[in-house]
C-alpha cells in the first residue's frame, strides 16, 4: 500500500482541518430497523479464506465500502455535544488487575477480517480473550440492543428507535475503520473492467436492466455489445450494513429506487438470489456466470473477483481505493454529528470513491460489570489506536485524528456503578 502513503496523509490531514473548521450538522435517522438475528455463540469466528466462509483473512489491496447510515440527532445517543482534542498518548500494555480475561462480541461481516486480526494481536497485549461472530450488522444491532454480547459492530449506524429499544440504555458509536463497497460480477467471456453509475446499477439491482448488452451499460462499456446473457442479481438475504451501505447510495442518487425500494439493512428486494454475509453473495457471484452482486472490497480482491469503477458525483470514474475512501471522508467533514452517526456516500470531490463508509463499534454508556467495563473500554481505546497500524494492510482506511479524538470522549465517559470505567492505560 505504499504508493498510496502520501495521498493518504494529505488527505487525512485536509479531513482534520474541515472538522475543526465546521460545526457537527445532524441529518435524518434512516427509518429502517435491523431485524432479529440468532444469539450468537462465545466461540472465536475464525476468519476464513473462502468465499462460502464467514470472512476472509489474508491481506488485500485496496478496500470497498459499505455506506453508512444517515447520521440523527447528536444528543439521541448519549453523545458528548463537543469534540476535545487529543489528550496526552496513552498507551494499552499487560493486563490490568480485575479485568475481565474474555470478552464476547457480534456483527458486521465488513470488518471481520481486519478483527479478527485485532483480536489476535490484541491477546498478546491484554490477555483478554475477544470472541467474534460475525453475523452481520443486523445481527450485532440485535445482540447489542439485547445485551446477548458486551459489544456490537455495525456498518450502519443505529437508528434513534434502535437505541431506544436497547435494554442497557444509551450506546456510543466508535467508528473503527473506514471502507468501500463494490459492484463486483461474473463475466467469463469479457477482459475489460465494467463500468457503473448510479443509474445503471439501480436499474440491475430494480430489474429494469435485465441484459448484460443492455444500451445503457453498452453506452459506458463497449466490450459489452456482443454479450446478449441474462444479468443474475445477488444481493445480502441477512440484516447488513453493507446493504444499508449499497441502498443508501442507491436512494441518494437514484430517484426510482428511492420511491420503490429505499434504503436499510434489509430491503424488499425486486429481484436476484440472496447470500448470507459478504461471503455469501461472494459465492453466489462466483458460481454463477453472468452475475452482480455487491461486497466490502476485500472479499472481491481476496477472492480474485471482477469488479468495477462507479462514477461519483463529479463526474469521474473511480476505482474503489484506500485514497478514494479517504477524500470521501474528508469532503464530508462538515456533515459529520457530534454522535459520530454519519454517511459518506455520494460524497462531492472529484477522487472520492462514492460507495465509501464507515464500520462502528457499539458499546453502552453506562456498563455495571466493572470487570467487563474496563476491558472493553480499554480494548475500545486499543483498537482506536494501537489498533489502527493493522488497517492498511488489510485493505481498510484508518479513522482519521479527528474522528478518534471524539471516540476518545466516548471512550473516558463510559460508566460502571457511577464511575469512568477506562483506567487510563
Given at each position: 500500500?505504499?504508493?498510496?502513503?502520501?495521498?493518504?496523509?494529505?488527505?487525512?490531514?485536509?479531513?482534520?482541518?474541515?472538522?475543526?473548521?465546521?460545526?457537527?450538522?445532524?441529518?435524518?435517522?434512516?427509518?429502517?430497523?435491523?431485524?432479529?438475528?440468532?444469539?450468537?455463540?462465545?466461540?472465536?469466528?475464525?476468519?476464513?479464506?473462502?468465499?462460502?466462509?464467514?470472512?476472509?483473512?489474508?491481506?488485500?489491496?485496496?478496500?470497498?465500502?459499505?455506506?453508512?447510515?444517515?447520521?440523527?440527532?447528536?444528543?439521541?445517543?448519549?453523545?458528548?455535544?463537543?469534540?476535545?482534542?487529543?489528550?496526552?498518548?496513552?498507551?494499552?500494555?499487560?493486563?490490568?488487575?480485575?479485568?475481565?480475561?474474555?470478552?464476547?462480541?457480534?456483527?458486521?461481516?465488513?470488518?471481520?477480517?481486519?478483527?479478527?486480526?485485532?483480536?489476535?494481536?490484541?491477546?498478546?497485549?491484554?490477555?483478554?480473550?475477544?470472541?467474534?461472530?460475525?453475523?452481520?450488522?443486523?445481527?450485532?444491532?440485535?445482540?447489542?440492543?439485547?445485551?446477548?454480547?458486551?459489544?456490537?459492530?455495525?456498518?450502519?449506524?443505529?437508528?434513534?428507535?434502535?437505541?431506544?429499544?436497547?435494554?442497557?440504555?444509551?450506546?456510543?458509536?466508535?467508528?473503527?475503520?473506514?471502507?468501500?463497497?463494490?459492484?463486483?460480477?461474473?463475466?467469463?467471456?469479457?477482459?475489460?473492467?465494467?463500468?457503473?453509475?448510479?443509474?445503471?446499477?439501480?436499474?440491475?439491482?430494480?430489474?429494469?436492466?435485465?441484459?448484460?448488452?443492455?444500451?445503457?451499460?453498452?453506452?459506458?462499456?463497449p466490450d459489452l455489445a456482443n454479450?446478449?446473457?441474462?444479468?443474475?442479481?445477488?444481493?445480502?438475504?441477512?440484516?447488513?450494513?453493507?446493504?444499508?451501505?449499497?441502498?443508501?447510495?442507491?436512494?441518494?442518487?437514484?430517484?426510482?429506487?428511492?420511491?420503490?425500494?429505499?434504503?436499510?439493512?434489509?430491503?424488499?428486494?425486486?429481484?436476484?438470489?440472496?447470500?448470507?454475509?459478504?461471503?455469501?453473495?461472494?459465492?453466489?457471484?462466483?458460481?454463477?456466470?453472468?452475475?452482480?452482486?455487491?461486497?466490502?472490497?476485500?472479499?472481491?480482491?481476496?477472492?480474485?473477483?471482477?469488479?468495477?469503477?462507479?462514477?461519483?458525483?463529479?463526474?469521474?470514474?473511480?476505482?474503489?481505493?484506500?485514497?478514494?475512501?479517504?477524500?470521501?471522508?474528508?469532503?464530508?467533514?462538515?456533515?459529520?454529528?457530534?454522535?459520530?452517526?454519519?454517511?459518506?456516500?455520494?460524497?462531492?470531490?472529484?477522487t472520492s470513491y462514492p460507495i465509501?463508509?464507515?464500520?462502528?463499534?457499539?458499546?453502552?454508556?453506562?456498563?455495571?460489570?466493572?470487570?467487563?467495563?474496563?476491558?472493553?473500554?480499554?480494548?475500545?481505546?486499543?483498537?482506536?489506536?494501537?489498533?489502527?497500524?493493522?488497517?492498511?494492510?488489510?485493505?481498510?482506511?484508518?479513522?482519521?485524528?479527528?474522528?478518534?479524538?471524539?471516540?476518545?470522549?466516548?471512550?473516558?465517559?463510559?460508566?460502571?456503578?457511577?464511575?469512568?470505567?477506562?483506567?487510563?492505560?
Amino acid at each position: 500500500m505504499t504508493r498510496y502513503t502520501a495521498t493518504l496523509f494529505a488527505l487525512a490531514s485536509a479531513f482534520v482541518l474541515a472538522l475543526a473548521a465546521c460545526a457537527p450538522a445532524a441529518q435524518p435517522a434512516p427509518s429502517t430497523a435491523a431485524p432479529a438475528a440468532p444469539k450468537p455463540t462465545t466461540a472465536p469466528a475464525a476468519a476464513p479464506t473462502t468465499a462460502s466462509a464467514a470472512a476472509p483473512t489474508t491481506a488485500a489491496a485496496a478496500p470497498t465500502a459499505a455506506a453508512a447510515a444517515k447520521p440523527t440527532t447528536a444528543t439521541a445517543a448519549g453523545a458528548p455535544t463537543t469534540a476535545a482534542a487529543a489528550g496526552p498518548a496513552i498507551s494499552i500494555s499487560g493486563p490490568y488487575p480485575d479485568e475481565a480475561r474474555s470478552l464476547n462480541g457480534a456483527g458486521a461481516t465488513f470488518p471481520a477480517p481486519l478483527y479478527q486480526k485485532w483480536f489476535d494481536e490484541y491477546v498478546k497485549v491484554a490477555q483478554v480473550q475477544t470472541n467474534y461472530q460475525a453475523i452481520g450488522s443486523g445481527g450485532g444491532i440485535k445482540g447489542i440492543q439485547d445485551q446477548t454480547v458486551d459489544f456490537g459492530a455495525s456498518d450502519a449506524p443505529m437508528t434513534d428507535e434502535q437505541i431506544a429499544a436497547a435494554k442497557g440504555g444509551e450506546l456510543y458509536h466508535i467508528p473503527a475503520a473506514l471502507g468501500a463497497i463494490v459492484p463486483t460480477y461474473n463475466l467469463p467471456n469479457v477482459k475489460t473492467k465494467l463500468k457503473f453509475t448510479g443509474d445503471t446499477l439501480g436499474g440491475i439491482f430494480l430489474g429494469t436492466i435485465t441484459k448484460w448488452n443492455d444500451p445503457k451499460l453498452v453506452a459506458d462499456n463497449p466490450d459489452l455489445a456482443n454479450v446478449n446473457e441474462d444479468i443474475v442479481v445477488v444481493h445480502r438475504s441477512d440484516g447488513s450494513g453493507t446493504t444499508f451501505g449499497w441502498t443508501d447510495y442507491l436512494s441518494t442518487v437514484n430517484p426510482d429506487w428511492a420511491a420503490k425500494v429505499g434504503k436499510g439493512t434489509s430491503v424488499n428486494w425486486p429481484v436476484g438470489l440472496g447470500g448470507s454475509g459478504n461471503s455469501g453473495v461472494a459465492g453466489e457471484v462466483q458460481q454463477n456466470p453472468n452475475s452482480i452482486g455487491y461486497v466490502e472490497l476485500i472479499y472481491a480482491v481476496q477472492n480474485n473477483m471482477g469488479f468495477g469503477q462507479v462514477k461519483n458525483k463529479a463526474g469521474k470514474w473511480i476505482e474503489p481505493s484506500l485514497d478514494g475512501v479517504t477524500a470521501a471522508a474528508a469532503a464530508s467533514a462538515a456533515n459529520i454529528p457530534a454522535d459520530l452517526r454519519f454517511s459518506i456516500v455520494d460524497a462531492p470531490g472529484d477522487t472520492s470513491y462514492p460507495i465509501s463508509t464507515a464500520t462502528w463499534l457499539l458499546l453502552y454508556k453506562n456498563i455495571p460489570d466493572q470487570p467487563k467495563a474496563v476491558a472493553l473500554t480499554r480494548l475500545a481505546w486499543w483498537a482506536t489506536h494501537e489498533g489502527q497500524k493493522f488497517n492498511k494492510d488489510l485493505a481498510y482506511a484508518t479513522v482519521p485524528d479527528a474522528l478518534t479524538a471524539r471516540s476518545e470522549v466516548f471512550i473516558k465517559s463510559i460508566m460502571s456503578n457511577g464511575k469512568p470505567a477506562f483506567p487510563g492505560k
